[in-house]
């Protein structure tokens, strides 16, 4: 059971419409008939626009004008990202009917890009969730267990990629949202630093931690998207300390404290030879939960005032409880931020790479809000909000299964050092 | 009924001083003298440093080693300001017996220019209060009536000046605390630039707006104190728009919406060429506010959970309240002060000096905490927090009574143009 891009990577793709084999009219209508309503991916599909672009995009291929790995590639965008005419609903009744009327600066990049956007993918209310359930649009179903919940909240990307229905997708990531749902749903995702791809024509969730990312069938798609958006690899800063003695980046393994042992087990046995360091996984959630609860309110409070029943339930409750964050512990957060930043720096001068798993645990089912280690929405965001708060690159790589469940093993490591990580996830994904 | 200083000015003081006249331990003496217990301006006098510093002062004026205006002055320090070796009580009981181990940097810049330290002053407890009567050490009187609050919360460091103990006096101002007491006790006080005088060693209430100042009995003393401490004055902008018709800079009469009216009448008529103009007054104290209450609790918050009980319980009552700002609130606060800095800097580019009411009542009878315009504690700081807000120089000069009560004028005017508050306020005291 495969979409029409399963198993394909996107260096395949631009060959074979390089050679005249594939057009990208013919890949979009292959991406068009692998859309499956059954797992609600997609909020939008936008036939007619895909169509021109692809057909744009076969013109200037066909007279030699190449725009690079994404020209002529079919794309889905989640739908708080604005996309100029489409329908832009950030999962939310509050957005019904709206209609974005200019791109996004991402999906500028897209369209300079060469890339055709097929449609808008489903979210988290508002981003404001790690699940991928609650939505005015229903739950996104995980393609890997139709049952179970794709993570969120970029949850009909990682769907829509998972499925097979396009190579690659553009998702956000405030705590996790681009991390988690690729973890939950077996594909890989690249949550940049802070600030690489800007955010205007994003609906903010926490301004300071609000990112956006790809995802895609593996690190290297990842890796090839995120160049093509934001231009060519800086130089490779040198390993830490020379290197590992194996010649590649040295990796530290960071204590998933309270993580479930099967999923730290099968992540933990990709890093062998990792050295075990620990960081104050507590205090960085505390810091990073106080500052996204005042900005997340600040966005929301006159809808909160005004019209609180538009909301999904679980997103008011959340929405009212982050009102209550007081000001005088945002201010403290946003200084803790600076300590952990220090001591997460060091760290990152005796290593190249940090790894620890993605999600602490597999993907519950849809429905359940609570599992062993506590509420679902605090326990999926645990591992991945601590590079939010710091502004870290952040990549999730597949990392076997655990119970038939895809696990996604976390590389984190400097700003400007992405190069690093690709490499870190092309040595796993070899076996070297 | 005058102390040892009144009606004498630091240029008099300096003269008579390297004319040998008079010499520091004289000057000493006689501030010692002058001291009144019951005005409870101080609340430690230290003879003996204070001998110590006012000999060397002699010795090196003797030697004709010259330190500027300052040097073998008399001068008080507000108890929230670290002074090595005296007691700093922050007018509270939680710092009971503590003991400052350095000097604050402001002090340092004291010694530096030579003054002589005579003593701590009483303050507001943390200076959280612009009444001055709130306090482990009990009310201050306002020398002019004493049955009637200094204003605050550089209390006695106004009382001290007002009752010509010393000539000059170092306060802090975080919403008003250098110009009410000022206004209030009938002599000069400024509050200078956000960060012109650092403020390290000074005990925080709200860091974003905490201020040192100085407060002498006119506006020339301010001036000659200020630039001793600071460093010689810059060029003088030339003021906006070539200068009012009699050359002089021109003057905008801010409206001091819901002031007492005589208090606005008796300030008004001082500028009766000045267009009036308004500011978003409400907004900008409402920003005020929502930032300082979280930057104060975030300095207490570990103190009110321990140790309540050691607040005076309308300290306490104001931190309780403070607590509960929400973190939305504050950033939002801080995203307005932007907007009211655009809206006063384009009033800034039409006008060289703003003024306005320093205080919009008289000194209220110490116990009473409410009059007709409402709480006296926010009455008060009414029309000064705006320019802590935004950071701006601002000067209280004595402008007459009203009811035998002195009052105060404000003037406000660009950072860096400094020199133009004291240029109009020798205009206003010339009567040009």
Same mark, same amino acid.
């Given at each position: 059971?495969?979409?029409?891009?399963?198993?394909?990577?996107?260096?395949?793709? /631009?060959?074979?419409?390089?050679?005249?084999? $594939?057009?990208?009219?013919?890949?979009?209508?292959?991406?068009? $008939?692998?859309?499956?309503p059954d797992l609600?991916?997609?909020?939008?599909? =936008?036939? =007619?626009?895909?169509?021109?672009?692809? !057909?744009?995009?076969? !013109? !200037?291929?066909?007279?030699?004008y190449d725009r690079g790995p994404l020209?002529?590639?079919?794309?889905?965008?989640?739908?708080?990202?604005?996309?100029?005419?489409?329908?832009?609903?950030?999962?939310?009744?509050h957005f019904d009917? #709206?209609?974005?009327?200019?791109?996004?600066?991402?999906?500028?990049?897209?369209?300079?890009?060469?890339?055709?956007?097929?449609?808008?993918? *489903?979210? #988290? !209310?508002? /981003?404001?969730?790690?699940t991928g359930d609650v939505s005015v649009n229903g739950p996104v179903r995980n393609p890997r267990d139709r049952e179970r919940m794709p993570g969120g909240s970029s949850s009909g990307s990682a769907a829509a990629v998972a499925a097979g229905t396009v190579p690659l997708a553009l998702g956000t990531d405030t705590g996790g949202s681009v991390r988690i749902p690729a973890a939950f749903c077996g594909i890989a995702g690249f949550k940049p630093p802070y600030g690489a791809i800007p955010t205007g024509g994003v609906f903010p969730l926490a301004v300071s931690f609000d990112h956006v990312g790809v995802m895609a069938a593996t690190a290297d798609d990842c890796r090839i998207a995120y160049r093509a958006l934001t231009g060519p690899e800086e130089a490779v800063p040198s390993p830490a300390g020379g290197g590992a003695? #194996?010649?590649?980046?040295?990796? /530290?393994?960071?204590?998933?404290?309270?993580?479930?042992? =099967?999923?730290?087990?099968?992540?933990?046995?990709?890093?062998?030879?990792?050295?075990?360091?620990?960081?104050?996984?507590?205090?960085?959630?505390?810091?990073?939960?106080?500052?996204?609860?005042? $900005?997340?309110? =600040?966005? #929301?409070a006159e809808r909160v005032a005004e019209a609180p029943n538009l909301y999904q339930p679980p997103t008011l409750r959340r929405l009212e409880r982050a009102a209550g964050t007081p000001g005088w512990r945002y201010l403290r957060a946003l200084r803790e931020r600076e300590a952990h930043e220090r001591d997460v720096a060091e760290l990152l001068d005796r290593y190249d790479v940090l790894a620890l798993p993605?999600?602490?645990?597999?993907?519950?089912k849809i429905g359940e809000t609570e599992g062993?280690? *506590?509420?679902?929405?605090?326990?999926v965001i645990s591992l991945t909000c601590p590079w939010n708060l710091l502004g870290l690159p952040a990549l999730s790589v597949p990392a076997g299964t655990v119970n038939g469940l895809p696990v996604g093993a976390q590389l984190v490591t400097r700003r400007g050092a992405e190069s690093l990580l690709f490499d870190a996830a092309a040595r796993l994904s070899s076996g070297a």
């Open positions: 059971m495969g979409g029409f891009f399963t198993g394909r990577t996107l260096a395949d793709i /631009a060959r074979s419409l390089r050679s005249g084999a $594939e057009t990208p009219a013919g890949l979009l209508a292959g991406a068009l $008939e692998s859309v499956d609600n991916a997609f909020v939008t599909v =936008d036939p =007619d626009g895909a169509a021109a672009a692809a !057909e744009r995009a076969g !013109e !200037e291929l066909a007279a030699g020209h002529g590639v079919p794309v889905a965008v989640k739908d708080i990202i604005d996309v100029a005419g489409l329908p832009t609903g950030m999962g939310s009744a009917g #709206h209609v974005a009327e200019a791109d996004a600066l991402c999906v500028t990049m897209l369209r300079d890009a060469g890339a055709v956007i097929v449609g808008k993918t *489903g979210t #988290h !209310e508002f /981003a404001y969730g790690g003695p #194996h010649g590649g980046p040295r990796v /530290a393994w960071i204590e998933p404290e309270g993580a479930d042992p =099967d999923v730290e087990r099968a992540v933990r046995a990709l890093f062998p030879d990792a050295p075990s360091e620990r960081i104050d996984l507590t205090g960085i959630r505390a810091a990073f939960r106080a500052v996204q609860d005042a $900005e997340a309110y =600040d966005v #929301h993605t999600v602490p645990i597999t993907a519950p062993p280690l *506590g509420p679902h929405i605090q326990t």
